[in-house]
């Protein structure tokens, strides 16, 4: 009787160990997972993995010309990056692709999961090798960035000072017409120290068209060159007219230097000889 159960015990025993073993062997890891839930976590790591490449790349400058003008040089940071971005591009595709079968329940092959499977755990390391070793390139990227916008002028580049124009950056889209001619003119006209001038071609585009996507612009200018004037005069004017343009624009880009301005004016205002004691 004691044998007989030892060895229906054993025989349990060994039923389960194959059982586990057998669970254990099956491939892909997954089984757990249901064919939805695979396909949602690696769209969700494309996803992950794209953003970072997509971020990495947009933080660094377009790559460098090889001396082979067919071929890119693929030592390239940017290049490197940007391969990567279109193996997991060509990866989140196919993923999509299997999942909106899966979701109308159209036949599909059930390895190509395995293959996608394997395909991302290849890809992953190589995209966080890489963005650790482009660290650096994007770094100085990111440097280089913010030097040449310290490098440019005072008055928002309305008047030169180096680097582009501030106005070209924010109208790049606006169509070309009289009213960015006069823009232009008025520019230059205060460039020359012809402040009067300017700002008669500045007070034009305001009250000839009210539409102009230069309109914002030009009311700024005309404060702009009252504070290049520098002036008691021009400097009361152009902090007046910095805060009237706050006004009416208060949501600008340029409305925080736009604010700062007023402050400068201020400031140089208790430097000169026929200042206002208030300001003292």
């Known amino acids: 009787m004691t044998s007989r159960f030892i060895s229906l015990l054993v025989f349990c025993l060994l039923l389960t160990g194959l059982a586990s073993t057998t669970l254990a062997q099956r491939p892909g890891g997954q089984t757990e997972l249901s064919t939805a839930q695979r396909l949602e976590v690696l769209g969700s790591k494309c996803e992950s993995m794209r953003r970072s490449l997509g971020s990495a790349i947009s933080s660094m400058g377009p790559a460098k010309k090889s001396d082979d003008k067919s071929k890119p040089n693929a030592d390239d940071p940017y290049v490197r990056?940007?391969?990567?971005?279109?193996?997991?591009?060509?990866?989140?595709?196919?993923?999509?692709?299997?999942?909106?079968?899966?979701?109308?329940?159209?036949?599909?092959?059930?390895?190509?999961?395995?293959?996608l499977e394997a395909s991302v755990a290849e890809l992953s390391p190589r995209v966080e090798t890489a963005l650790q070793q482009t660290a650096s390139a994007r770094g100085a990227s990111a440097s280089s960035s913010s030097s040449n916008k310290k490098k440019k002028g005072k008055l928002f580049g309305l008047f030169g000072g180096g680097g582009e124009d501030k106005y070209a950056e924010l109208t790049g889209a606006a169509v070309a017409g009289r009213d960015r001619v006069l823009f232009e003119e008025a520019a230059k006209e205060v460039r020359k120290q012809h402040f009067d001038t300017g700002r008669l071609l500045f007070a034009t585009i305001i009250n000839t068209y009210p539409d102009s996507a230069f309109l914002p612009l030009a009311k700024l200018a005309i404060a702009d060159s009252f504070f290049l004037e520098g002036t008691t005069s021009g400097l009361i004017q152009a902090a007046q007219g910095y805060q009237d343009w706050l006004t009416f624009f208060p949501t600008d880009p340029l409305a925080d230097d736009a604010m700062l301005k007023v402050a400068e004016a201020e400031m140089r205002q208790m430097g000169l000889s026929d200042r206002d004691i208030s300001h003292a």
């Open 81 to 115: 990056l940007k391969g990567l971005e279109k193996e997991v591009s060509a990866l989140l595709n196919e993923v999509n692709d299997i999942r909106a079968k899966n979701d109308r329940a159209d036949k599909f092959d059930p390895a190509s999961i395995d293959r």
